[in-house]
Nanobody, 123 residues
Framework: QVQLVEAGGGLVQAGGSLRLSCAAS????????MGWFRQAPGKEREFVGV???????DYAESVKGRFTISRDNAKNTVYLQMNSLKPEDTATYYC?????????????????WGQGTQVTVSS
């Protein structure tokens, strides 16, 4: 079992930055690919980005160039650095873990999920 806990959400003005973290415990280690997803009210959960166990990265077009994922394997923690935030980035952000594997943008591909952290971007 893997437990994931997100932190770092909050309220920020458009153009600002936030850094989310996702701390993994249990059987999580560097062999897991870690994805970030988000869900706005009334919308489906959507892919934001992923960092694979081999440290390759993939991002949704809507965040490419603004968001960056990194990982600290010593701390079993993954980060989502969000810059140049827009009101349309407002959502609950979730991290998810998937054992090994490469790029995958489907929610069904991930085995473990955190509880989510709210990000609100005001205009």
């Amino acid at each position: 079992q893997v437990q994931l806990v997100e932190a770092g959400g909050g309220l920020v003005q458009a153009g600002g930055s936030l850094r989310l973290s996702c701390a993994a415990s249990g059987r999580a280690d560097s062999t897991y690919s870690m994805g970030w997803f988000r869900q706005a009210p009334g919308k489906e959960r959507e892919f934001v980005g992923v960092i694979t166990w081999g440290n390759s990265e993939d991002y949704a077009e809507s965040v490419k160039g603004r968001f960056t994922i990194s990982r600290d394997n010593a701390k079993n923690t993954v980060y989502l650095q969000m810059n140049s935030l827009k009101p349309e980035d407002t959502a609950t952000y979730y991290c998810a873990a998937r054992y090994l594997g490469g790029f995958n943008r489907r929610t069904s591909a991930y085995d473990y999920w955190g509880q989510g952290t709210q990000v609100t971007v005001s205009s």
